[in-house]
């Protein structure tokens, strides 16, 4: 398994600082007492059992769970030093500056291109050639333009899952975000396409930061830089952040003894 | 074997009541079909009918009864899609929307007649708009909206969530999200809904009765009276002025609604493909 030959330095900024964050549905605790800090133009990986709450703690970035009746987030979470949770923060702006992808492709029912012109076009851009070019500047950077160059009109529904996983992050880039969070982006599709999302993921790092909820632990050694492991040690308790490391130290030297036994548990 | 038994009789009765069921449909339409078959021609479509036993064709009415239902169309449209918006995506859900909800489904219900009956003190007399294909249409409108509202609130609905997810995560609006991913989605549905609902309104006769009057005419104007198709059938068919009209009346309604059905599955089918 190869690591990353060019480390992040130790002294890189923090893009997303988290504080003494509690999560609630409602009655329900899913998430206590979570600090951390994530480090600008890397990969950080949260890796995790199912329900332990690694889509929930992504989604307080991007203020996704406002949508959510009944959820509630308490502490701090705040971007470039500003406080997210603030009442003078829209979340509408919020979610430009972070663009999420999903676990299952969500391409809108419309044409490739219009899957693309999507978010620039929200944002006032309607002039042809700007747009073209937004487009295939996009695609291209999702790794999809060569596939995708003469087909621009066709829905986007007809691509395979590996393909429309691919347009939803050109749609992502093209609004131009700070930060890409990718809830298990890689779950459901080809290995193809698997192989293609790393790739861009270490293309796109040198300009944003990226954070991943991945269940393949390989790929968390793979592709990310660091490594934040979730638990919830008890059903019904709220989970915790376990340990959070460099990825190469994480995966080598676990500190902690539930670390431990998940990656060896998994590796196996 | 007494399982065996069992099985065998439960499949022979629902055998027996698909067969009845088919049975009834098909001694209806065809009872009409050889009825009204010798009827129809291109004479009896696109001529007027003439003298006491309304010899001739049927022309005016087809007109009266195509005009009326794009009316009520149009009145209906706007109205249910922006109250079935409200319900599904803005209304905070609780009482108060299950409330909306019940009172549309009891109003769909109404029987027809009563409708009439309120179109025609409400708009042919109170509003003073005469007997008329605008009354008509409005009192169509009332009896159809529950429906093409609840039929447009479910194919809002129907639209998956991470679709609304992706749009949201771009930094959309609640209405941007709603105007440019949700309705465009929704669409097939909604507009399958409202052509469906377009056959009822073209064989609704109680409503239309008291509404638009019975003077046999060729509506221009919103403000025309005419005389519907369900109506010239029923008045030939119960003065007994002229059965053999009557039914080529009742084929070519039961083909225009045929037309409208078929209109819909086929709408619906060539859109879920893209
Ligand atoms: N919308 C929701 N409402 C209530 N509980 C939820 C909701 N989404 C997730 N949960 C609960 O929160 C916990 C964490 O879920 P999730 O963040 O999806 O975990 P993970 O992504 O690690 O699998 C789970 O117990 C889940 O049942
Ligand atoms: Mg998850």
């Known amino acids: ?268 | 074997m007494s399982k065996r038994i069992t099985n065998a009789i439960a499949l022979g009765m629902l055998w027996i009541a698909a067969l009845i069921t088919v049975a009834v449909l098909g001694t209806v339409i065809g009872y009409v079909v050889i009825n009204g078959i010798g009827e129809l021609s291109p004479r009896f479509i696109f001529t007027w009918p003439e003298g006491v036993a309304a010899e001739g064709g049927v022309w005016p009415t087809i007109v009266s009864t195509l005009y009326v239902t794009a009316l009520a169309m149009v009145i209906i449209t706007p109205i249910a899609i922006l109250a079935a918006v409200y319900l599904a995506e803005y209304a905070v859900q609780g009482r108060l929307v299950g409330t909306i909800r019940f009172a549309a489904d009891s109003l769909a219900s109404v029987p027809s007649i009563v409708m009439g009956l309120f179109g025609l003190a409400l708009f042919v007399e109170a509003a003073g708009i005469g007997f008329s294909m605008l009354s008509a249409a409005l009192a169509l409108s009332f009896l159809m909206l529950p429906i093409v509202m609840r039929t447009t609130e479910e194919a809002i609905r129907a639209v998956p969530k991470y679709i609304r997810w992706g749009s949201y995560g771009l930094g959309a609006t609640k209405w941007q999200t709603v105007s440019r991913i949700v309705l465009p989605a929704a669409m097939p549905r909604i507009i399958t809904g409202i052509i469906l609902s377009t056959g009822r309104a073209v064989g609704e006769t109680a409503v239309v009765i008291y509404t638009m009057g019975q003077a046999i005419n060729l509506p221009v104007s919103p403000l025309d009276s005419g005389r519907p198709m369900t109506v010239h059938l029923y008045l030939l068919a119960m003065e007994g002025i002229n059965l053999p009209a009557a039914y080529g009346t009742a084929l070519l309604l039961m083909i225009l609604i045929l037309g409208f059905n078929l209109g819909a599955r086929f709408f619906l089918r060539r859109n879920r493909k893209v």
């Open chain 1, 1 to 268: 398994m190869a690591l990353r030959a060019t480390p992040v330095p130790d002294n890189a900024p923090n893009k997303i600082t988290v504080k003494e964050l509690d999560f609630f549905y409602g009655d329900f605790h899913a998430l206590t007492d979570i600090t951390v800090d994530i480090k600008e133009k890397a990969v950080t990986a949260f890796i995790g059992p199912s329900g332990c709450g690694k889509s929930t703690f992504l989604r307080c970035f991007n203020r996704m769970n406002d949508l959510i009746p009944g959820a509630r987030a308490e502490g701090l979470v705040s971007l470039d030093g500003q406080d997210i949770f603030e009442t003078g923060v829209d979340p509408v702006d919020l979610r430009r500056r972070i663009g999420m992808i999903f676990q299952q492709p969500n391409p809108f029912p419309m044409s490739i291109y219009d899957n693309v012109a999507f978010g620039p076009r929200l944002q006032g851009v309607s002039k042809k050639a700007e747009l073209d070019e937004i487009v295939q500047h996009s695609l291209e950077r999702a790794n999809l333009w060569k596939e995708v160059k003469d087909i621009l009109g066709r829905g986007g529904l007809t691509l395979s899952g590996g393909q429309q996983q691919r347009l939803c992050i050109a749609r992502v880039l093209a609004v131009e975000p700070e930060v890409m969070l990718m809830d298990e982006p890689c779950s459901a599709i080809d290995p193809t396409s698997v192989q293609k999302i790393e790739d861009l993921m270490a293309e796109l790092k040198d300009r944003i930061t990226i954070i991943i909820v991945t269940h393949n632990m390989q790929q968390a050694a793979r592709v990310s830089d660091f490594t934040a492991f979730f638990l919830q040690e008890v059903a019904g308790d709220p989970a915790i952040l376990v340990e959070y490391d460099r990825t190469s130290n994480l995966f080598t030297s676990p500190k902690d003894r539930r670390t431990e036994d998940y990656i060896t548990g998994r590796f196996g």
